[in-house]
């Protein structure tokens, strides 16, 4: 039902699924080996931390068009990803490539309920 209401019901093509299907055993392929020299090694992790902390400040937190949640709440928001640039269980050089890739994308400030900035 939510699926329809905000309009991608449709199912996803053989091209894009085959595609997801690929990168997803390369990355699981690249982890394991990894894996032998770094125990905690996870591409997955890394692209999921640095594409989520992209749509979440990009998307979620942009003022021009801000998201419509209690003050409280977008407070929270801003200070997970303010704190979401090191992951410990991934080597400092995976860690240094994930500052790089979400330096640009900084959080806008929390405002609190009098619209002032915190």
Known sequence: ???RDIGIDQRVGLLP?????????L???????ARL??????????LTRIVG?????KVLM??????K???????QVADMTAG???DPKAPDWMNDIEQRLTRKASPAPAQNQEGSKT
């Open 1 to 3: 039902t939510t699926a």
């Open 17 to 25: 699924r085959l595609l997801f299907a690929a990168c997803m055993l």
């Open 27 to 33: 990355f699981r392929l690249v982890d394991s080996v």
């Open 37 to 46: 020299v770094w125990p905690e090694f996870s591409v997955s992790r890394l």
């Open 53 to 57: 902390y992209q749509f979440t400040v």
């Open 62 to 67: 942009n003022q021009t068009r801000p998201l």
């Open 69 to 75: 949640l209690p003050p409280v709440l977008l407070g």
């Open 84 to 86: 979401w640039r090191v």
